[in-house]
């Protein structure tokens, strides 16, 4: 990753060498859910998988936590305990003895449920930052994007609101640091669509990605001071209308920090010490070129990287579906589209070091060390059902093993020793019939 790459150049496919399908010995039904269609529902589905615990929670409002046991040749899971919470429950993080919870929603509430049984020590209503929802949707509903550990007992969420009035769109963010008591510590406000947040290994620093920018918030990429939430440095890829940053990533090891563009459809590298240039922005540090524009047939065609993950000097950026500039019809595929693409940050060529396929649109990453799982839904253009699995990718090697699975899978996490994904069941428009159940599957990383 030393400069600006092409993404057909010099690449190599992963091969099957290296860790085998992941062992899910364990599958628990999550009850029913409308079955997901052709085209990519929202975010339905939230896992977490954290010292021998494993937190699933679901569209109908439960939250479920169990035990998982691995000392025989299957892991098996029991039951801890079941709650229930007012709104749809789509993203969840281990912090300290809790399980912060947050929800999509009328209230966009975030809750922090004690990790022995269930019961909630505080909650907050993320609604009170971002706003009253504009319509009955789910989309203009307030929705808890994310939500990381802050290393000292409490944790960081944040929180957006989309309306669209026929005409205008406009977002509503907020970036919450919460004590472990629940009190606000600070919050940061913005007209601009939060898509992911992240900190660094000590804590001092935390990274937000805003993946559109319509308002006066012109900054895909904001470094804020953890202890007070103010702005350190900034960055925008700089490019015209409003897409700007999918994804961002500490490398927690290194320092180094990662985003994903959607702006120019690449993925950066900034200085891990911090450093800004003369503007005040991110001192770039590369750039390399991941499903740019791409001509294919008679249309010039790219894809979205829509997740970026670091790791001890290695970073893998993920790409999504293929789109066409100036048309909706799409007759080709992206070659660059559903791609892993791995770089080392010291590597001496402008070439990924590896590519591997994902088969299908992924939903989140889950990430431990050199382990990336990946959960794989559909591809929607070509509604094949064979690309449904649960991938497992070594980020040294770019060794890639599929689990398949009859529905999609939507949902992850893993700590290295175990992993958990969420399936969803999907009924293609073209097709009779549906494939799958909303399961929970539980197993070893291999």
Avoid: K
């Avoid at 997901?36 to 939230?46: I, K, L, P």
């Avoid at 606000?184 to 660094?200: G, L």
């Avoid at 791409?294 to 670091?310: E, F, K, S």
Wanted: hydrophobic residues 35%.
């Amino acid at each position: 990753m030393t400069g600006v790459d092409r993404s057909d150049a010099g690449s190599v496919e992963s091969t099957t060498d290296g860790p085998g399908p992941p062992a899910l010995d364990a599958i628990t039904p999550l009850g029913q859910i409308e079955p997901a269609r052709s085209r990519h529902m929202w975010r339905r589905s939230g896992v977490c998988v954290h010292d021998g615990l494993v937190v699933a929670c679901t569209w109908n409002g439960e939250i479920v936590a169990f035990d998982v046991d691995g000392g025989s040749d299957e892991c098996a899971l029991t039951e801890r305990w079941r709650r229930s919470i007012a709104g749809h429950p789509v993203t969840v993080a281990a912090v300290d003895d809790a399980l912060v919870v947050g929800c999509r929603g009328d209230r966009g509430r975030i809750a922090a449920l004690d990790r022995a049984d269930g019961t909630t020590n505080w909650s907050y209503e993320g609604v009170a930052d971002v706003g009253e929802a504009s319509s009955d949707s789910v989309f203009h509903w307030p929705y808890v994007v994310a939500v990381v550990d802050d290393g000292d007992g409490g944790c960081v969420a944040a929180v957006r609101r989309y309306e669209h009035d026929g005409q205008d769109r406009r977002w509503h963010s907020a970036i919450l640091r919460f004590d472990a008591d629940g009190a606000v510590r600070w919050r940061d406000e913005t007209d601009a669509s939060v898509i992911a947040i992240d900190r660094d290994a000590a804590g001092d620093h935390l990274a937000v990605a805003y993946n559109r920018c319509g308002g006066d918030h012109q900054h895909g990429l904001v470094v804020l001071e953890a202890a007070s939430g103010s702005v350190v440095w900034d960055w925008d890829p700089g490019t015209e209308g409003e897409r700007r940053v999918g994804d961002v990533t500490f490398d927690r090891e290194t320092g180094a920090l990662v985003a994903a563009s959607h702006g120019d459809y690449c993925g950066y590298l900034f200085d891990s010490d911090g450093a800004v240039d003369a503007t005040g922005s991110g001192s770039e540090r590369s750039r390399v070129e991941l499903a740019t524009e791409h001509r294919v047939g008679d249309q010039t065609l790219y894809a979205y990287p829509t997740h970026a993950y670091a790791h001890d000097g290695r970073v893998v950026f993920v790409t999504g579906n293929t789109y066409a500039r100036d048309a909706r019809e799409i007759a080709g595929r992206h070659p660059g589209e559903h791609t892993a693409f791995g770089y080392h940050v010291d590597g001496d060529t402008d070439a990924p070091q590896f590519r591997a396929s994902t088969g299908g649109f992924v939903t989140e990453l889950a990430a431990a060390g050199s382990t990336v799982v990946l959960p794989s839904a559909q591809h929607f253009r070509d509604r094949d059902p064979a690309t449904h699995a649960i991938r497992v990718l070594d980020i040294t090697t770019g060794a890639v093993a599929a689990s398949p699975t009859e529905g999609i899978v939507t949902a992850a996490s893993t700590d290295g020793q175990f992993l958990a994904a969420i399936e969803e069941p999907i009924a293609y428009h073209d097709d009779e019939g549906t494939l799958g159940a909303y399961a929970l599957h539980v197993g070893r990383v291999v």
